[in-house]
């Protein structure tokens, strides 16, 4: 059954918003719909400004560091993220047994763009196999549709090397998550930024063409000022840890 959005107040059935990142949630005691990412943006920040609770695992920001972003075009925010040795590096977490951690290399204001989530994109049977064989660094791509793999390059090559592999790319798969740490704390989250044609067939409901020619960014974005030299840590979320034991975090443990 269709619902109506509450910015755009438009009509999708939860099959057409699903990929477009929309959906229902619940804010503090609020139960709200949005037709896609951008649409649950607007109505979540308003919100957020009002003081309700956002919807997140992690603990609520202070009001002072809660940010509201500009959505960036497609272009703009390609190029805008840094890469690995422009921007961002990697040096050993602090996290003790995490392995390899992302660090930032110059600062980032909050709510700046901070670097991509690349990899092998798979198919959405292929990354429910990857997560119940215990093996997963999955993020997805377009919900139940496709996913980025970031153990692996585009072409599917194993990353054993990311020194010299991942040199120039985005790097946001080594990101690792501050959630049993009692020094850090997670100081950005996933986005995602979609090509103008890509917002054509989501539109359109052309979801075969969007899972053979979408094109969309997902990336990390900073939620409070980070410094030169900090780390920076994402929230993996409950699926994650559900899945996975012990304190392996990054690509590398």
């Known amino acids: 059954m269709p619902n109506e959005c509450g910015h755009c107040k438009e009509s999708h059935t939860p099959e057409q918003a699903a990929p477009r990142g929309g959906g229902t949630a619940k804010i503090g005691s609020q139960v709200i719909y949005a037709c896609s990412h951008a649409c649950a943006q607007q109505i979540i920040g308003p919100l957020m400004g009002a003081g309700t609770k956002r919807p997140s695992d992690e603990p609520e920001p202070a009001k002072a560091e809660r940010v509201v972003p500009v959505r960036e075009s497609y272009d703009e925010l390609k190029a805008s993220l840094a890469t690995y040795g422009n921007g961002v590096t990697l040096q050993p977490s602090g996290i003790a047994e995490a392995g390899l951690g992302l660090f930032a290399m110059r600062t980032f204001e909050a709510g700046e763009p901070i670097t991509e989530y690349t990899g092998r994109i798979i198919n959405d049977s292929t990354a429910r196999a990857l997560s119940v064989a215990g093996r997963s660094h999955v993020r997805t791509q377009f919900p139940r549709r496709t996913h980025i793999d970031g153990k692996r390059l585009e072409d599917g090559t194993p990353i054993t090397d990311p020194a010299s592999q991942t040199r120039g790319r985005g790097i946001a798969a080594f990101a690792n998550d501050a ?3 009692t ?3 997670n100081n950005a989250n996933f986005d995602f930024v979609d090509s103008l044609a890509t917002d054509r067939m989501l539109s359109a409901g052309q979801f075969e063409k969007l899972e053979r020619e979408g094109v969309r960014i ?7 000022r980070i410094e030169a030299g900090e780390e920076i840590f994402i929230p993996y979320g409950n699926d994650y840890w559900r899945a996975v034991a012990g304190p392996r975090r990054s690509i590398f443990s």
């Not at 997902?218 to 409070?224: I, K």
């Open 218 to 224: 997902v990336f990390l974005r900073a939620m409070r």
């Open 179 to 181: 959630r049993d740490s």
């Open 183 to 185: 020094t850090y704390s």
